[in-house]
């Protein structure tokens, strides 16, 4: 195996670089580009482009993909890359769905995958293609050199999680289950830079938020438009959605978010160490902290996430006439839960907020996952991130967000948030993820792809 270093560019970091060879780095550039160019927003997803593309990719170097399509039509792509057998195999997932992008509010087309300002512009460049790329170069890279790692490496690059994971890895998981069993999974949700307070922290993905998904329903007298009456069904609505959405919910201080926040706190100057500290108590004093005393109003948002169960109201949907005044109002909230909660203790805080003027029911839910940072697997992806950058400070962390990691985690796999990408002090990853104008340094990129290198190595 040969390696080569580069020395670090734009992000501000000195010295040489390990891992990846020079065409492993330009294959994954390479890969990026092509699947960015294909739209895979999801409803309805369309990954079967973006599937062949790996396919004939990974089958050309002489692996053997394996695609196998939901009971809706959707495919998925797994491969293996055998091992010695010497230890159990580790599973690397990564969705080729994206979110919509509306293209009038962007620089660059979403689908364009432009080079522009030392970045790759596109749906997905973010989340999550680029796992999906780097992988694919890493394994075709590691094939050409005959390597032979301890374990068996499987990439599974899967359809639907932006829509619940039905027919991507809930599917392979239920029906495929020997294809992609795993003792650890590797996925989104960490890996990539946070700057603070001066420091480059790297937070690495031990705990995800669990999913509730909600509808409001308020009811009151119907009547003519032409008469206006009060507390209607929209009126009793929309006052608890005010409500809901200006509200924050109690704190509940998890293990992986009391570790986060106190690691973060070791290392910050002393004010915003007694502010972080502050965050993990009392309720009002996390609110002061968040709304007064933050440095980056930006930066509460993910802080305030990770401290409490929280609802977003994301659709309104009431009456079909102009001139009636309907009966019946709804809302739906995407409801997210931390470890140890439940739904029925998400809905009784939001009761509190709302009032009694409107009731919930629960449309989907998934409880929360949580694993410890006590492994080998976590302690080499802390080594290899230190490696690569040696001021890194890698710290557990909760992703307010859903992933494939509940899924794999049902065959027993340990799963990592670890998707190893540097960002400069300008961009910040909460605000690319799902955002407009969603790109990737490339320089990160290549960064990343030769600390995946590593790790797939070395795990």
Known sequence: MTTTATPATSTGLAGPLLGAPDDVVAAARAHLRALLRLDTTNPPGNEGPAVDYLARVLGDAGLSPKVLVSHGGRPNLVVRLPGTGARRPLLVGAHLDVVEADAARWTHPPFGAVEADGCLWGRGAIDMKNLAAMTTAVLVGLKARGVQPARDLIFAAVADEEAGCEHGSQFLVERHPDEVAAEYALGEGGGFTVHFAGRRFYPI???????????VVAEG??????????????????????????????????????????????????????????LLTHERARDVVLDRLFP?????????????????????????????????????????????????????????????DVRFEVTSAALAYETTADTDLYRHLVATLRRHDPDALPLPYLCPG??????????????????????????????????????????????????LWDTLLGA
């Open 296 to 356: 980056d109003p930006a930066l509460a948002r993910p802080f305030a996430a990770i401290l409490s169960n929280t609802a977003s109201p994301t659709v309104l949907r009431a009456g079909g006439k102009t001139n009636v005044i309907p009966g019946r109002a709804e809302a739906e909230l995407d409801g997210r839960l931390l470890p140890g909660q439940t739904p029925e203790d998400l809905i009784r805080e939001l009761e509190a907020v709302a009032g009694p």
């Open 205 to 215: 993905m031990t705990a995800e938020k669990g999913l509730c998904w909600l509808r």
């Open 221 to 278: 007298q119907p009547g003519h438009g032409s008469m206006p009456m009060r507390d209607t069904a929209i009126e009793r609505l929309t006052r608890a959605i005010e409500r809901i959405a200006s509200a924050r919910l109690p704190t509940h201080a998890t293990d992986t978010a009391t570790r986060f926040v106190q690691g973060l706190a070791a290392q910050a100057p002393l004010p915003m160490a007694l502010a972080l500290k502050l």
């Open 402 to 451: 859903f992933t494939d990691a509940k899924s794999w985690a049902r065959l027993g796999a340990r799963c990592y948030g670890f998707l190893p990408l540097r960002l400069p002090p300008e961009l910040r990853y909460a605000d690319l993820f799902h955002g407009d104008d969603e790109r990737i340094p490339l320089d990160g990129l290549d960064w990343g792809t030769r600390v």
